[in-house]
C-alpha cells in the first residue's frame, strides 16, 4: 500500500510540473473540456481491458484518460517500438511489471515506482518484458498530436 501511495504522489508531483511547464511555455488556445471529478482503478487494468494498438506499434495497448489544456494522461502496457514526439514532453510512471526501455542512448530497467523523464525530439521504446505485463502512466505536456509520432527504422 505504501508503494502504491508513493507511486499516486509522485504521478500528482509530476502532473503539477507538467502543468505548470505547459501554461508557461505554450501559447494562449482554446480551453480543453472541464475535468470531471471520477476514479480509475488502474491496479484493475489488464491488457485485454484496453484498445490495440496502431499497426506501427502492435505490441502497444493504450487508454487516454485524460485530457487537459496542458497535458493527457494515459494508461499504457506493453512494449512499442523505437520513435519520438517533435512537440511534447512525456512522463512515464511504472505501476506494475518489469523490462527495459532504451532511453536515448541508455539503457534502462523499468520496475514499479520507476519515473522517466523523457524530453522532447528524445529517442525511446520498451524493449523487452521481463515479468508481468508492463503497466505505465504517460503524461504528455502539451497534450500529444496524433501526427506527433515519429517512428526510427
Do not use: C
Amino acid at each position: 500500500m505504501k508503494h502504491h501511495l508513493r507511486t499516486v504522489a509522485v504521478a500528482v508531483f509530476a502532473f503539477a510540473i507538467g502543468l505548470a511547464v505547459a501554461h508557461l511555455a505554450q501559447p494562449a488556445r482554446a480551453a480543453a473540456a472541464p475535468l470531471v471529478a471520477g476514479t480509475f482503478d488502474l491496479a484493475a487494468v489488464t491488457a485485454d481491458s484496453l484498445p490495440p494498438g496502431p499497426a506501427a506499434l502492435p505490441n502497444l495497448r493504450s487508454k487516454t484518460l485524460v485530457v487537459e489544456d496542458g497535458m493527457s494522461l494515459t494508461v499504457q502496457m506493453g512494449t512499442g517500438g523505437k520513435h519520438y514526439h517533435t512537440n511534447s514532453d512525456e512522463i512515464q510512471i511504472v505501476l506494475d511489471g518489469t523490462g527495459t526501455e532504451t532511453l536515448g542512448d541508455n539503457q534502462i530497467v523499468m520496475k514499479p515506482g520507476t519515473l522517466i523523464l523523457i524530453p522532447k525530439g528524445t529517442a525511446h521504446f520498451g524493449d523487452v518484458e521481463t515479468s508481468g505485463h508492463l503497466k505505465w502512466i504517460s503524461i504528455k505536456t502539451p497534450p500529444q498530436d496524433p501526427s506527433d509520432f515519429h517512428l526510427i527504422p
